[in-house]
């Protein structure tokens, strides 16, 4: 139905930033709310920051200034801009997205398959 890829994980040295990139395609009328998830090792999964189609965000509080999420809605992909990483941050990121299949169905969130980002510390 619908298919959610990240993209630009890695590994990166302490101070240093990446971009992911999350893309979603398949059989989507719309999508509101999408978002970056993380989850360190031995760790439950949090959010890093969500955005809705009109461009409000939410981030949580111990990032806020260091990330920037941000979305194109015609290309149905959602960015995450990471500076000034450090050990802490190292983890899977997870994209997800609020997405109607059908023109009158529900809104379903789907996820995509995860993203390593490992930072050195």
């Known amino acids: 139905q619908v298919q959610l890829v990240e993209s630009g994980g890695g590994l990166v040295q302490a101070g240093g930033s990446l971009r992911l990139s999350c893309a979603a395609s398949?059989?989507?009328?719309?999508?509101?709310?999408m978002g970056w998830y993380r989850q360190a090792p031995g760790k439950q999964r949090e959010m890093v920051a969500v955005i809705t189609r009109s461009g409000e965000t939410k981030y949580a509080d111990a990032l806020k200034g260091r990330f920037t999420i941000s979305r194109e809605n015609a290309k149905n992909t959602v960015y995450l801009q990471m500076n000034s990483l450090n050990s802490e941050d190292t983890a899977v990121y997870y994209c997800?997205?609020?997405?109607?299949?059908?023109?009158?169905?529900?809104?379903?969130?789907?996820w995509g398959q995860g993203t390593q980002v490992t930072v050195s510390s």
């Open positions: 997800n997205a609020e997405v109607k299949t059908l023109p009158w169905g529900p809104i379903s969130p789907y």
């Open positions: 398949g059989r989507i009328v719309s999508i509101n709310g």
